[in-house]
């Protein structure tokens, strides 16, 4: 079984401040990773994808993530936050079936 | 290029109606999910479907069916509505399975369902 834990639900900072939001997962193997960013009304847009490789992965906006085997953790940062960042993220993970499991997620919230 | 269209965009029920959700794959993708979003919760796997067979199921009631048709567009219909029912609903799709597919979707702006 695959399974996904963001255990923050919200996150609050200052705009121009650093950000990191949690993820871990539990799968059997190496996973596919995945961070989707949702706003308001909106569908879920890719943020980034880890697959094989560099650990350290680069997204749009200005993200990015790390995978690490050793605490089964794919946590996304941005060094300096941007009110429009303000919205919902989602980790998943992607198995040998291809059908991405999410987490919770974690609602960002931006402080002027 | 087009995105993940879905319709109806909202639409308000009432319990023991029926409903049909739609929703057009980007041009190119042959494969299609369905997830239900609870507010406050992530996504919930309900169906995947590809070249019109269902691939895989969530832990979802059998008031839950879905299809696709040789356009690759796919519809989502719930039988005999419940409160708790009412969630967004997305379509996603992605690129064909096999051909190097990690499992990433592309996703639709959803349906959101109200049940009275």
């Known amino acids: 079984a695959q399974s996904v834990t963001q255990p923050d639900i919200h996150i609050t900072v200052s705009e121009g401040a650093s950000l990191e939001l949690r993820c871990n997962y539990s799968?059997?193997?190496?996973?596919?990773l995945f961070w989707y960013v949702q706003s308001p009304g909106q569908g879920l847009q890719l943020l980034l994808k880890?697959?094989?490789?560099?650990?350290l992965v680069q997204g749009i906006k200005g993200f990015e993530a790390e995978f690490k085997r050793s605490q089964s953790s794919f946590n996304l940062r941005k060094p300096s936050v941007h009110w429009s960042d303000a919205a919902e993220y989602f980790c998943?993970?992607?198995?040998?079936?291809?059908?991405?499991?999410f987490g919770r997620g974690t609602s960002l919230i931006v402080h002027p | 290029d087009a995105g993940v269209t879905q319709s109806p965009t909202h639409l308000i029920k009432t319990r023991g109606q029926h409903v049909t959700l739609r929703c057009s794959p980007i041009?190119?993708?042959?494969?299609v999910s369905w997830y239900q979003q609870v507010l406050g919760q992530g996504p919930q796997f309900i169906f995947q479907?590809?070249?019109?067979?269902?691939?895989g199921r969530g832990n979802f009631p059998d008031r839950f069916s879905a299809r696709q048709f040789p356009n690759y567009s796919s519809e989502l219909n719930v039988n005999a509505l419940l409160l708790g029912d009412s969630a967004l609903y997305l379509c996603?799709?992605?690129?064909?399975?096999?051909?190097?597919?990690?499992?990433?979707?592309?996703f639709g702006e959803g349906s959101r369902l109200t049940v009275l």
């Open positions: 996603a799709s992605r690129t064909t399975p096999g051909q190097g597919d990690t499992g990433e979707l592309f």
């Open positions: 799968y059997g193997a190496t996973p596919y």
């Open positions: 880890y697959f094989s490789g560099d650990t």
């Open positions: 998943a993970l992607s198995g040998g079936s291809y059908i991405p499991t």
């Open positions: 041009s190119g993708h042959k494969s």
């Open positions: 479907y590809y070249e019109k067979e269902e691939r």
